[in-house]
């Protein structure tokens, strides 16, 4: 089964600025200190909308924390809603973090690998180093592909079902020269064609896990339009 949310954050991590709250979402946090500020009206406010969690993205500033407090930071979300599935980015640091995420984190939970393009100079460069890393370090590991960061040949059809066997999750956005990423995935100035693309992960890869769409506050307005779209191609 393939699942759709709509990235979402609350109180300073709203960049949508808005309370429509969707019915699935994942929980975006850009920062650990405003998780800490706000983590009570987060919980709350999941329930009395009966909002499933499905993906959480963890602080873009997760390497640079204690990871005591931001394994204590899972287990609580864990233990709040059921989500099983944690995005982070690989950057400096990474691979002490898996460490200390298996020894101290529940073992129903995920830790996922967000991709990036080579460019980014991340610990993890490309898809195959994440695939490499998961299958040399702990198998149990999962990998995010973000469409609007990997580069155009990760889609060949040779490559891009050896991937999805490791990933869990899909951040859909396009991309453009001139009008940079993170675009609503069916954007007509898009590089990408991504409705053919969740059309085969249905079809032809029979890939299941959860897609999210991930898109720049400036688009906000597609957001929930595009999921209803998604949810009708991927019936």
Known sequence: ???ISVSYGFGDD???HTENIPSSIQLALYKFGNYMRYRDAIFNSLEENNTKLRVTHLPLDTLKIPEDDICKMINTIFEKTGCVKYVVHPNKGFGYFVDHFFANCYSQ?????????WRSNKYLRSPLEIVEFILTHQPSLEMVIDTSHIEE???D?????FLLRYTSVIHLSNRAKGYGQHLPFTSPHGSLNLVKFVKDLKNRYKWEGD????????YKHKLYKNAKYLEHLVK
């Not at 059809?157 to 079902?161: G, H, S």
């Open 1 to 3: 089964m393939i699942n």
């Open 14 to 16: 709203n960049r949508y």
């Open 153 to 155: 040949m990760w889609f």
């Open 157 to 161: 059809k040779k490559i891009i079902p």
């Open 109 to 117: 939970t995920r830790l996922c690998i967000e991709t990036f393009g």
């Open 211 to 218: 897609i999210v769409l991930e898109y720049m506050p400036e």
